[in-house]
């Protein structure tokens, strides 16, 4: 049946493996033994299952591969390579070097093809199941009789490692649940981890965990057998209501006479000798480097070349789409572009002091729900807390198997899975991502977070109960060192707002943001609407640091975040009535902030007022660089205890009283 081809297809797939081994060993660094035990997996599934057209890497409704697996990256980069991407033999030499277009492990935006940047174990993995969430929901939206436009199927090479570790337990579980058959994950079992065997600390039968989550589970017993892979990826395409994944039983290494089904073929070059074995044992010439007949090379060109046709046949589909749905084709046209719809602003709500004390938590959800019918692509959700973190979008279904329509998503308790679930679905040109939690738990989250920063993605993270304003559940809930933890990845944008003024201006920040995630920080007490008339009007967050109450001849500055703002506006009169002038600073962003120009900076922060006291309810760290060395800083020290808010901030020194005594001790 497949006889034909059989020599070109082992001849591409042993090519596939020793380029592997030349651009491990030429950059003295990399992982050869994954991808040379997995070639023909890959193989089969570019060759064969998946849709995809090189000369167009964003097609829409093209077939997404992630590579779980992100340290055997030259597995990918070898068949982007092969099938006509935009990376070339050099690109394969240059692997791991500086600026090139293969880093060690698979980053988007770098290297044409890369959906998602992968490596940390379990992110791929969960990241599949928002990519096929994301899937689930375009259909339902845009798809009608006779216009299949989203179909595309999502595909994963995942590992050991992957499979160790707990986020692909929650992501897993998710997605069966949600009965999530465009899912197809290849598992490259091959029994070899860093240390050894993986039976050292491995000996669950994984087919039955995966079953137990409600996926189709299948098993290839030998992952050179072309046929049973194609077979059973083409049963696992066939299975609509599960998920799938097939055990790929695998020999890392292959290939290599001294080192096949060994720890040291994982994470280290083979080795100069090792590697000409390698290429005499396979039927290359050991004395060449990167060899590629041209053969092969036509032999994938042609196949990558048929992805071109495939695209034009959903061009054309889509043209005849727009013609009898032109509302909905101008909507996803619109929002796939990344931009917003016309007068989405328009509804933005405007409180007042006579709305009542508020909590930023509770503003947020006001906002949601008044941009909601705007914002047709705003989905999201909370992990389990959505009354709590006010993230339900009234009057809207549940994203579930049977209605995948719905915008408000239940993560259940999985933090973990959440944020990476969430980055999959911010990728995915057309959708707002959010979801929420306590701030504490963005501790789960860091992995994600720092995913989403680095590929400059957009998902919303929502962090309610921010500070020991929370109270009674004590030190395990209150957040301290959360906030300049975040603070402290490069390319995120925190954001405190002082109150629901400012909590409303924070999300429009957050949705025209283009440049990397979002995360909104927000109260679980109550707090009092800023009179806008008598103070700046919240707009102004955008700069993220600005004055929001000013004096003629300020003698300090007094800055503040989130529910500290209304605390120092209060020691500012106070301060005013025994004739100490000071100007209070808003800052809800430091990261915005940072982005102003030195002049605006000069405005806010007068380089020869040097008298500054900021007052915040979380670490103290960071704060010395807006103080300068003659301020000081009301902050957390020590964590909180379990007790009432108000006996709290009193115990600590967030009361008014003390924000005017160390304001006097600084002047004296």
């Not at 692997?95 to 998602?116: N, V």
């Not at 990344?338 to 709305?355: A, C, H, I, R």
């Not at 283009?514 to 007490?525: E, N």
Request: hydrophobic share 40%; glycine share 8%; net charge negative.
């Amino acid at each position: 049946m497949r006889t034909e081809n059989q020599t070109l297809e082992q001849e591409g797939i042993n090519t596939v493996r020793v380029l592997t081994a030349d651009a491990v060993q030429k950059a003295n660094s990399g992982h050869p033994g994954m991808p040379m035990g997995a070639a023909p997996m890959a193989h089969v599934l570019w060759t064969e299952a998946m849709h995809y057209n090189p000369q167009n890497p964003d097609w829409a409704n093209r077939d997404r591969f992630i590579l779980s697996a992100g340290h055997g990256s030259l597995l990918q980069y070898c068949f982007l390579y092969l099938t006509g991407y935009n990376l070339s033999l050099d690109d394969l030499k240059d692997f791991r070097q500086l600026h090139s277009k293969t880093p060690g492990h698979p980053e988007s935006g770098i290297t044409p093809g890369i959906e998602i940047t992968t490596g940390p174990l379990g992110q791929g993995f969960a990241n599949g199941v928002g990519f096929a969430i994301a899937q689930r929901h375009l259909a339902a939206r845009y798809n009608k009789p006779d216009f299949t436009l989203f179909d595309y199927k999502i595909y994963a090479i995942c590992s050991d490692g992957d499979l160790m570790e707990g986020v692909t337990a929650e992501a897993a579980s998710l997605a069966g649940h949600l009965q999530l058959g465009n899912l197809i994950y290849l598992y490259d079992d091959n029994n070899i981890s860093i240390e050894g065997s993986t039976g050292l600390a491995f000996s669950e039968d994984v087919g039955k965990r995966f079953e137990a989550y409600q996926w189709h589970v299948q098993v290839v017993e030998d992952g050179n057998n072309l046929e049973a892979l194609a077979q059973a990826i083409q049963q696992a395409q066939e299975e609509t209501q599960r998920p799938s994944l097939i055990k790929v039983r695998t020999q890392i290494g292959f290939g290599s006479p001294n080192k096949v089904d060994k720890a040291s073929a994982h994470g280290s070059p083979l080795g100069e000798d090792e590697v000409k074995l390698v290429k005499e044992n396979l039927g290359f010439d050991p004395s060449k480097s990167f060899e590629v007949s041209e053969e092969v090379l036509q032999y994938y060109r042609e196949i990558g070349a048929k992805g071109t046709a495939k695209e034009q046949e959903w061009n054309e589909l889509y043209q005849a789409y727009k013609q009898q749905y032109p509302e909905l084709a101008a909507e996803y046209e619109l929002l796939r572009s990344g931009k917003l719809p016309t007068g989405w602003k328009d509804n933005l709500p405007v409180f007042k002091p006579s709305d009542g004390e508020m909590a930023t938590r509770k503003a947020s959800g006001k906002l949601l729900n008044a941009i909601a019918a705007k914002l047709p692509n705003l989905l999201g959700g909370s992990a389990d807390l959505s009354p709590s973190t006010g993230t339900e979008l009234k009057g809207y279904d549940s994203f579930s198997a049977e209605n995948p329509g719905g915008r408000n998503f239940h993560f259940g308790i999985r933090e973990h899975a959440m944020g990476a679930v969430l980055n999959g679905m911010a990728i995915t040109k057309g959708l707002f991502a959010y979801g929420a939690t306590f701030l504490i738990f963005s501790e789960y989250m860091r992995p994600p977070i720092r995913m989403a920063a680095i590929m400059k993605i957009k998902p919303i993270f929502i962090y309610t109960h921010d500070s020991i304003g929370l109270g009674e559940d004590g030190t395990t809930h209150q957040p301290v060192e959360q906030l300049i933890s975040l603070r402290s990845i490069p390319n995120l944008i925190v954001l405190r707002p002082a109150d629901a003024n400012e909590t409303v201006q924070a999300w429009r920040v957050a949705l025209e943001h283009a440049d990397g995630p979002v995360a909104l920080v927000l109260t679980r007490q109550e707090l009092p609407v800023l009179d806008q008339e008598k103070y700046t009007p919240a707009t102004e967050l955008e700069r993220g640091a600005y004055i929001l109450s000013d004096a003629a001849e300020p003698q300090l500055l007094l800055i503040a975040t989130g529910s500290e703002v209304s605390l120092v506006l209060q020691a500012q009169e106070k301060l005013q009535q025994e004739g100490i002038a000071a100007r209070v600073i808003s800052m809800p962003s430091w990261e915005l902030f940072e982005k102003q120009d030195a002049a605006y900076k000069e405005k806010v922060f007068p380089e020869n007022l040097r008298k500054r006291l900021a007052v915040e309810a979380g670490s103290t760290l960071g704060w010395h660089k807006y103080v300068t060395d003659e301020g000081s800083i009301i902050g957390m020290t020590t964590f909180g205890e379990s007790a009432p808010a108000e006996e709290l901030f009193e115990l600590y020194g967030f009361t008014v009283d003390n924000v005017v005594k160390q304001a006097k001790a600084l002047l004296s």
